[in-house]
C-alpha cells in the first residue's frame, strides 16, 4: 500500500454519475453461463460427489506433508493412539484400579476417547475449512461442500489407524475380550459417525464462515459434549444426580454411538433401536440442513484478497 | 432496432456493470461499500488482456467474480466456460512429486483414469519433464515447474486463463523455441494476466484493463494505458499527491465504458 496514495473516498461518491457514456456494444452471450448462479440442489452434491478422488488425493498429501519433518512420519499416526490408549491403561488400570462399577472399564474408557477424539477432530478442524479452503483447489472451483469434505477426509484418514489400536486393545488388554459375529456391526457404527460428523461440521463450518468469533466456543461446546456422551464415566451417574438433563442425554448421538460401540464391542448385545433412530436422525438431518445452507449461501463468504 | 457501435460475437468472459462487495464479510466496517464498482468489460476469444491495479484496487474481486468464488452483487457475469486459475494459492504443492501436483490439478478437473494416465503422459512429453516427474516440486527448476503447471492448465482446454501471480513470467515459458502461451493464444485461447506492476503484462498483453480504487478507469491498447500508468507511478513515487489527484481526474473522465447489449438466449431477435 502506498501512504502518499489519495484516499481511494475521494470523488467515489458522485464518480458514478459523471461518467461518460461509452460506445454501445452488442454482445452475444449464447453458449455462455452466469457465473456464480445457483444450481440445483442436487447439482451440488454431485459436484461433491465428482471431487472425491480430488479429496482424497488431498487428504493424502496433506497427511504426508503434516509428518514430513518427523523421523518417524506416518508411523505416528498409530504411535500416538498407542501412546495414548497405553497412557490410561496405566493410570486407570494399573495405578488407580479404578472401575467406577463398569465392566471392563478400560475397554470403556478407550472406545470413549478413540472415538469422541475422532469425532472432536473432525469437527473442530473443519469449523473454519470454508475461510481456510477459500483459495483451495489447484485452481479449480469447489463449493463449500467440498472445502469441508476435505478436511473432513482427512482428519478422518488420519484417524483410521486409531480404529485398528482400539481393537487391538480390546483385544489384547486385560480382560482381553473375544468378539462375536455381533462385532461387524462396529462398521456401520463407523460409518453413522463420519456421517454424523460430517453433517455437524457442514452447520458448524456455514456458522463459523459468518461470524468468526464462533470457532472459540466451538471448543467450549465440545468440552459440554464431551460430558454429556459418556467418555470418562456412565452419564448415568449424572443423571441419578440431575434427571432433568436426561433428554440432553437421550438425544445425543454421540453418547448412543459410544453406546453401540460398547454393546457390540465389549459386552456382545445388541444396540438398541432408539440408539440406532436417534443417530440417524440427527446424520440425515445435519447433512440435509447444512448442505442446504450452505448452498443457498455459496458465494457469499468472501474470497481471497491476496 | 438500437443502433449498436459493434458486436462482439462468442466472448469467453463478459462483465456487464458488475459490483462485488468487499472480501470478507467477517470483518466489520471495511473502508469502501465495493471492493469492486461497476465494472464493464468484454473479453474475446484469442485476447491477452493485462489487468493492473495496487494491492486494493480490486483485482482480487474482478478475478473472483470471474472464477465464481465471489457472487456479484450487481450485474452479471458470464462465462464460456470455468476459467482456470494460475496463482499463489495453487502453486504446486513443494513437498509431493511433480506428478502427485498433476494428478492433483488434472483430478480437479474432472479427469481420471486413462484420461489422468494419457494426460500427464503428454505434458511430461510436450515440456520435457519425464526425468522430473518422480521429483519433488521443491527439487526442480522453478522455471520447468511452472512450464509443467501451465502445459497441465491447458490440458484442461480451458477458455480463459487467469494469472495472477507476479512471479509466474508466461514470456519465459517455451517449449524448444515455441512460447507455450502464444500457440494457446493462436488456438482461440484467452488470457487475463494480474499485476500490481507492468513488467509481467507487457510481453503478453495487447490491451490493459486498469483498476484504480474499486473503479476501471481505463481499457484500451496496452501502450496507451501503460505510459497513462507511468506517469501516475512517477507522480505517486515523487510524492506529488495533487498531481496524481490530477491525472487521476484526468484518466477517470477520458475512460468511456462501453454499454452493453446483451443478446440472451431466447430473447434473440432472429
Same mark, same amino acid.
Given at each position: 500500500?502506498?501512504a502518499t496514495?489519495p484516499?481511494?473516498?475521494?470523488?467515489?461518491?458522485?464518480?458514478?454519475?459523471?461518467?461518460?457514456?461509452?460506445?454501445?456494444?452488442?454482445v452475444?452471450?449464447?453458449?455462455?453461463?452466469?457465473q456464480?448462479?445457483?444450481g440445483?440442489?442436487?447439482?451440488y452434491?454431485?459436484?461433491c460427489w465428482?471431487a472425491?478422488?480430488f479429496m482424497?488425493?488431498?487428504?493424502?498429501a496433506?497427511i504426508s506433508?503434516?509428518?514430513?519433518?518427523?523421523?518417524?512420519?506416518?508411523l505416528?499416526?498409530?504411535?500416538d493412539?498407542?501412546?495414548?490408549?497405553?497412557?490410561f491403561?496405566v493410570?486407570?488400570?494399573?495405578?488407580l484400579?479404578?472401575s467406577?462399577?463398569i465392566?471392563?472399564?478400560i475397554?470403556?474408557l478407550?472406545?470413549?476417547?478413540?472415538m469422541?477424539?475422532?469425532?472432536?477432530g473432525?469437527?473442530?478442524?473443519s469449523?473454519?475449512?470454508?475461510?481456510?479452503n477459500?483459495s483451495?483447489?489447484?485452481?479449480v472451483?469447489?463449493n463449500?461442500?467440498?472445502k469441508i469434505?476435505?478436511?473432513?477426509?482427512?482428519?478422518w484418514?488420519a484417524?483410521l489407524?486409531?480404529?485398528?489400536?482400539?481393537?487391538?486393545f480390546?483385544?489384547l488388554?486385560p480382560?482381553g475380550?473375544?468378539?462375536s459375529?455381533?462385532?461387524l456391526?462396529?462398521?456401520?457404527?463407523?460409518?453413522?459417525?463420519?456421517?454424523?460428523?460430517?453433517?455437524?461440521?457442514?452447520?458448524?463450518?456455514h456458522?463459523?464462515?459468518?461470524?468468526?468469533?464462533?470457532?472459540?466456543?466451538?471448543?467450549?461446546?465440545?468440552r459440554?459434549?464431551?460430558?454429556s456422551?459418556?467418555?470418562?464415566?456412565?452419564?448415568?451417574r449424572?443423571?441419578?444426580?440431575v434427571?432433568?438433563?436426561?433428554?440432553?442425554?437421550?438425544?445425543?448421538?454421540m453418547?448412543?454411538?459410544?453406546?453401540?460401540?460398547r454393546a457390540v464391542?465389549?459386552?456382545?448385545?445388541?444396540p438398541?433401536a432408539?440408539?440406532?433412530?436417534v443417530v440417524?436422525?440427527w446424520?440425515?438431518?445435519?447433512?440435509?440442513?447444512?448442505?442446504?445452507?450452505l448452498w443457498?449461501a455459496?458465494?457469499?463468504?468472501?474470497?481471497?484478497?491476496? | 432496432?438500437?443502433?449498436?457501435?459493434?458486436?462482439?460475437? !462468442?466472448?469467453?468472459?463478459? /462483465?456487464?456493470? *458488475?459490483?462485488?462487495?468487499?472480501?470478507?464479510?467477517?470483518k466489520?466496517? #471495511?473502508? =469502501? +461499500?465495493w471492493?469492486?464498482?461497476?465494472?464493464?468489460f468484454?473479453?474475446a476469444?484469442?485476447?491477452?488482456?493485462?489487468?493492473?491495479g495496487?494491492?486494493?484496487?480490486g483485482?482480487?474481486?474482478l478475478?473472483?467474480?470471474?472464477?465464481?468464488?465471489?457472487?456479484?452483487?450487481?450485474?452479471?457475469v458470464?462465462?464460456?466456460?470455468?476459467p482456470?486459475?494460475?496463482?499463489?494459492?495453487?502453486?504446486?504443492l513443494? !513437498?509431493?512429486?511433480?506428478? /502427485?501436483?498433476? *494428478?492433483?490439478?488434472?483430478?480437479?478437473a474432472?479427469?481420471?483414469?486413462? #484420461?489422468? =494416465? +494419457?494426460?500427464?503422459?503428454?505434458v511430461?512429453?510436450?515440456?520435457?519433464?519425464?526425468?522430473?516427474?518422480?521429483r519433488e516440486a521443491r527439487d526442480?527448476?522453478?522455471?520447468?515447474v511452472n512450464?509443467?503447471?501451465?502445459?497441465?492448465v491447458?490440458?484442461?482446454?480451458?477458455a480463459?486463463?487467469v494469472?495472477?501471480?507476479?512471479?509466474?513470467r508466461?514470456?519465459?515459458?517455451?517449449?524448444?523455441t515455441?512460447?507455450?502461451v502464444?500457440?494457446?493464444?493462436?488456438?482461440?485461447?484467452?488470457?487475463?494476466v494480474a499485476?500490481?506492476?507492468?513488467?509481467?503484462i =507487457?510481453?503478453?498483453?495487447?490491451?490493459?484493463?486498469?483498476?484504480?480504487?474499486?473503479?476501471l478507469?481505463?481499457?484500451?491498447?496496452?501502450?496507451?494505458v501503460a505510459r497513462?500508468?507511468?506517469?501516475?507511478?512517477?507522480?505517486l513515487?515523487?510524492?506529488?499527491a495533487?498531481?496524481a489527484?490530477q491525472?487521476r481526474r484526468?484518466?477517470?473522465?477520458?475512460?468511456?465504458?462501453?454499454?452493453?447489449?446483451?443478446?440472451?438466449?431466447?430473447?434473440?431477435?432472429?
Open positions: 500500500m502506498n496514495m484516499g481511494p473516498e475521494t470523488g467515489t461518491a458522485e464518480g458514478g454519475a459523471e461518467r461518460a457514456q461509452g460506445p454501445l456494444v452488442r452475444d452471450v449464447a453458449g455462455m453461463a452466469v456464480g448462479a445457483r440445483t440442489f442436487s447439482d452434491w454431485v459436484r465428482d472425491r478422488r482424497l488425493h488431498e487428504a493424502r496433506k506433508g503434516r509428518a514430513g519433518r518427523d523421523k518417524l512420519g506416518n505416528w499416526l498409530v504411535i493412539p498407542i501412546l495414548m490408549g497405553a497412557m491403561y493410570i486407570f488400570g494399573l495405578l484400579q479404578v467406577r462399577g465392566e471392563n472399564y475397554g470403556f478407550c472406545i470413549g476417547i478413540f469422541f477424539t475422532l469425532t472432536n473432525i469437527i473442530g478442524q469449523a473454519d475449512a470454508i475461510y481456510a477459500r483451495a483447489g489447484a485452481g472451483r469447489y463449500s461442500l467440498v469434505g476435505m478436511v473432513n477426509v482427512r482428519v484418514m484417524g489407524p486409531s480404529y485398528f489400536v482400539l481393537l487391538l480390546i483385544l488388554l480382560p475380550e473375544h468378539l459375529l455381533r462385532a456391526l462396529f462398521l456401520p457404527i463407523i460409518a453413522a459417525q463420519a456421517a454424523l460428523a460430517f453433517g455437524i461440521s457442514l452447520v458448524l463450518g456458522l463459523v464462515a459468518r461470524v468468526s468469533d464462533l470457532k472459540h466456543l466451538v471448543g467450549f461446546a465440545q459440554a459434549w464431551l460430558f456422551s459418556g467418555v470418562f464415566f456412565s452419564v448415568d449424572i443423571l441419578e444426580r434427571p432433568q438433563l436426561a433428554p440432553f442425554v437421550d438425544y445425543n448421538p453418547h448412543h454411538i459410544l453406546d453401540m460401540s464391542l465389549l459386552y456382545d448385545t445388541m438398541s432408539f440408539g440406532w433412530n440417524a436422525l446424520t440425515v438431518a445435519s447433512l440435509l440442513l447444512g448442505s442446504w445452507i443457498r455459496e458465494g457469499t463468504y468472501g474470497f481471497d484478497e491476496d | 432496432m438500437t443502433k449498436t457501435d459493434s458486436t462482439i460475437s !462468442a466472448p469467453v468472459l463478459v /462483465f456487464d456493470r *458488475v459490483s462485488v462487495a468487499p472480501a470478507d464479510p467477517r466489520l466496517g #471495511s473502508k =469502501r +461499500t471492493a469492486l464498482e461497476d465494472a464493464t468484454v473479453v476469444p484469442g485476447e491477452a488482456v493485462g489487468l493492473l495496487e494491492r486494493g484496487a483485482k482480487s474481486a478475478i473472483n467474480a470471474a472464477l465464481g468464488e465471489a457472487r456479484a452483487s450487481t450485474g452479471t458470464y462465462v464460456r466456460s470455468q482456470a486459475l494460475i496463482a499463489k494459492a495453487t502453486a504446486f513443494p !513437498a509431493e512429486t511433480i506428478r /502427485f501436483n498433476i *494428478v492433483r490439478l488434472l483430478q480437479g474432472g479427469l481420471g483414469g486413462a #484420461s489422468l =494416465r +494419457t494426460a500427464i503422459d503428454r511430461s512429453r510436450q515440456v520435457g519433464a519425464a526425468d522430473s516427474l518422480d526442480c527448476d522453478p522455471v520447468l512450464r509443467i503447471r501451465l502445459a497441465s491447458l490440458r484442461t482446454r480451458p480463459l486463463i494469472v495472477d501471480d507476479p512471479r509466474f508466461l514470456d519465459q515459458l517455451k517449449v524448444g515455441h512460447s507455450m502464444a500457440e494457446y493464444l493462436d488456438g482461440g485461447g484467452s488470457l487475463i499485476s500490481d506492476d507492468l513488467k509481467p =507487457r510481453r503478453t498483453c495487447q490491451r490493459l484493463l486498469w483498476l484504480d480504487a474499486g473503479r478507469v481505463a481499457d484500451g491498447p496496452l501502450r496507451v497513462n500508468a507511468d506517469l501516475l507511478a512517477d507522480a513515487r515523487d510524492g506529488d495533487r498531481k489527484a491525472l484526468r484518466f477517470a473522465s477520458a475512460y468511456k465504458p462501453p454499454r452493453l447489449l446483451i443478446n440472451e438466449p431466447g430473447r434473440r431477435k432472429a
